[in-house]
């Protein structure tokens, strides 16, 4: 099978460009400690672990769920406030202090310099489920187009969200490589919507995976320098 000449590139964003896990244990961090200033009724049987158990089990309740991760949150906190009788406007306080620990990433050292060198060779574009503000980081400047799927209204893997971004771009799904960690909602998803797709390999765990061994990425990349060269 012949293949389009790569024009752009879409990636990842958590663990793609940072690692994710210690950026979510901060602020949630950060959340709770602004909860037990300003609505201490909740935080004095809240942990931050119930918390997070009480909002995996919201997710069923609404499709929106799925894919609008702030929607989540939001919701779930103005439950919480009005079951202990506090304002459930504080939410949008409480989202807000949230949301500025959530932009705090420690980008991986690749990403910039690669950055740089990846603007002159190719277009490039970012599609996240998660809902990390480009502009708050100041990475915004280095990608044409974002789509985030709490704006777009579905997440990955569903082709349409790729789609959207290559719609953005102009360009055949052919024509772009999509990078991501995860290999089921990255490499699958991108693959199933047409697009050719790397697997961000940064950790090196075996391509083997049994649960993944039906899914193979057109490259593997230990970091975006590895991609830049593959160009």
């Given at each position: 099978?012949?293949?389009?000449?790569?024009?752009?590139?879409?990636?990842?964003?958590?663990?793609?460009?940072?690692?994710?896990?210690?950026?979510?244990?901060?602020?949630?961090?950060?959340?709770?400690?602004?909860?037990?200033?300003?609505?201490?009724?909740?935080?004095?049987?809240?942990?931050?672990?119930?918390?997070?158990?009480?909002?995996?089990?919201?997710?069923?309740?609404?499709?929106?769920?799925?894919?609008?991760?702030?929607?989540?949150?939001?919701?779930?906190?103005?439950?919480?406030?009005?079951?202990?009788?506090?304002?459930?406007?504080?939410?949008?306080?409480?989202?807000?202090?949230?949301?500025?620990?959530?932009?705090?990433?420690?980008?991986?050292?690749?990403?910039?310099?690669?950055?740089?060198?990846?603007?002159?060779?190719?277009?490039?574009?970012?599609?996240?489920?998660?809902?990390?503000?480009?502009?708050?980081?100041?990475?915004?400047p280095h990608f044409e187009v974002s789509v985030a799927a709490h704006q777009f209204g579905c997440a990955k893997p569903d082709p349409r969200i790729f789609?959207?971004?290559?719609?953005?771009?102009?360009?055949a799904p052919q024509a772009v490589l999509y990078v991501g960690d995860d290999l089921l909602l990255d490499v699958q998803g991108a693959q199933q919507a047409?697009?050719?797709?790397?697997?961000?390999?940064?950790?090196?765990?075996?391509?083997?995976?049994?649960?993944?061994?039906?899914?193979?990425?057109?490259?593997?990349?230990?970091?975006?320098?590895?991609?830049?060269?593959?160009?």
């Amino acid at each position: 099978m012949l293949f389009m000449t790569i024009k752009a590139v879409l990636l990842d964003l958590d663990d793609t460009l940072w690692p994710v896990a210690p950026v979510i244990r901060h602020a949630e961090s950060r959340l709770h400690a602004w909860m037990q200033e300003h609505a201490p009724a909740v935080t004095a049987l809240h942990t931050i672990d119930s918390l997070r158990e009480r909002r995996q089990a919201l997710v069923a309740s609404d499709p929106r769920f799925s894919y609008d991760l702030w929607a989540l949150r939001h919701t779930l906190l103005r439950q919480i406030l009005a079951e202990h009788d506090e304002d459930p406007a504080k939410a949008d306080q409480a989202m807000a202090v949230f949301a500025a620990a959530r932009n705090q990433v420690s980008l991986y050292e690749d990403v910039l310099p690669a950055l740089q060198a990846l603007t002159q060779r190719v277009r490039l574009g970012t599609v996240s489920n998660g809902f990390a503000d480009l502009q708050a980081i100041g990475l915004a400047p280095h990608f044409e187009v974002s789509v985030a799927a709490h704006q777009f209204g579905c997440a990955k893997p569903d082709p349409r969200i790729f789609l959207a971004a290559c719609d953005a771009l102009g360009l055949a799904p052919q024509a772009v490589l999509y990078v991501g960690d995860d290999l089921l909602l990255d490499v699958q998803g991108a693959q199933q919507a047409g697009l050719r797709a790397g697997w961000m390999n940064r950790s090196g765990m075996p391509s083997a995976d049994p649960r993944h061994q039906h899914i193979r990425p057109d490259a593997e990349f230990k970091d975006l320098h590895d991609l830049t060269q593959w160009l």
